[in-house]
């Protein structure tokens, strides 16, 4: 359940950025910060994260 708990939210994050909600996408980021996963499942949000991230620094 928490994978797909951190899946949404890391999925909600990049929707948000995509529509320049800054306050959504940082509440999701650390709603997913305090999901308890392995290093390994953190892993696989951070690719899609970090596409978010640069998703944002296009549109400043």
Same mark, same amino acid.
């Given at each position: 359940m928490p994978l797909e708990r951190a899946r949404a939210?890391?999925?909600?994050? %990049?929707?948000?950025? +995509?529509?320049?909600? !800054?306050?959504r996408a940082r509440s999701a980021r650390e709603e997913l910060q305090r999901i308890?996963?392995? %290093?390994?499942?953190? +892993?696989?949000?951070? !690719?899609e994260l970090e596409a978010a991230d640069a998703l944002a620094r296009t549109q400043r």
């Amino acid at each position: 359940m928490p994978l797909e708990r951190a899946r949404a939210l890391a999925a909600r994050a %990049e929707l948000a950025v +995509a529509l320049g909600d !800054e306050t959504r996408a940082r509440s999701a980021r650390e709603e997913l910060q305090r999901i308890p996963l392995s %290093e390994e499942e953190r +892993a696989r949000f951070r !690719e899609e994260l970090e596409a978010a991230d640069a998703l944002a620094r296009t549109q400043r």
